[in-house]
């Protein structure tokens, strides 16, 4: 069976995300900071038929990372499909003209560092077989610069959105898709802003594997 790790777990997103690939046959791991709260998420994708396993990792420290997906593969196998979901509601935000290196270093550590952690641990395996998928959450202002309390978050979001798309230059011939969905809505405020309406770009970014960013917006907005 396939395998889709799942760095960043939540109850919104990344729940929605293992369901969508649970339903086609995936083994789903959930990966998060707080080892409890994953474990009820993998409880619920079990009771729903799910083949899941949770692990517990901090992708501000890398070695965490690394050891949760090593010991992921050990338990399902190889990673066939890499999702990474950073949000963080507890960074806090700062403008642009306000921001410190410090600031900007937190967030670039988060989003950017803790992506390149678990690529590096699952990508040599992908590449060896001459198949897999990235794929990459951020946030609309990694797309659309917005100022405020987004500044900081959207600049480290932009680094993300480049490194994902940088890698489908460079693995595209070589099997591995790499894909960045930005979401440009606030999940569960209103219609088309559902967490399993959203999750359907994830499946068509792994099948389709035909364009490396997909932005979602409401209908009749412009990304």
């Known amino acids: 069976m396939p395998v889709i790790a799942i760095v960043g777990a939540g109850p919104g997103m990344g ?4 369901r969508r690939f649970g339903a086609e046959g995936f083994q789903v791991v959930l990966i998060s900071r ?3 709260k994953v474990e009820a998420l993998a409880a619920q994708l079990v009771a ?3 083949e899941a396993a949770a692990f517990a990792a901090d992708v501000m420290r890398p070695d965490t990372v690394h050891s949760a997906l090593a010991a992921a593969v050990d338990r399902f196998g190889p990673i066939d499909v890499l999702e990474y979901s950073p949000a963080d509601r507890g960074l806090a935000g700062v403008s642009a003209a306000e921001a410190t290196a410090e600031d900007l270093q937190t ?7 803790g992506a390149v952690a678990a690529v590096s641990q699952a990508l040599p395996g992908m590449l060896e077989r001459g198949s897999g998928t990235l794929l990459f959450s951020t946030g609309g202002s990694s797309v659309q610069p917005r100022g405020g309390s987004f500044a900081t978050i959207g600049i480290a979001a932009a680094s993300l959105r480049n490194y994902a798309m940088t890698l489908n230059v460079e693995l595209a011939e070589r099997g591995i898709h790499a894909a960045h969905v930005a979401i440009s809505v606030f999940i ?15 499946w068509t970014a792994h099948t389709k594997r035909d364009k490396p960013e997909i932005v979602h917006v409401l209908p009749g907005d412009t990304p």
Request: charged fraction near 20%; charge should be negative.
């Open 188 to 202: 569960g405020s209103g219609p088309g802003t559902e967490a399993d309406t959203i999750a359907e770009h994830y």
């Open 15 to 18: 729940l929605s995300i293992a």
């Open 107 to 113: 967030q670039i550590d988060h989003y950017l560092y």
């Open 48 to 50: 729903d038929g799910v």
């Open 34 to 36: 707080t080892k409890e």
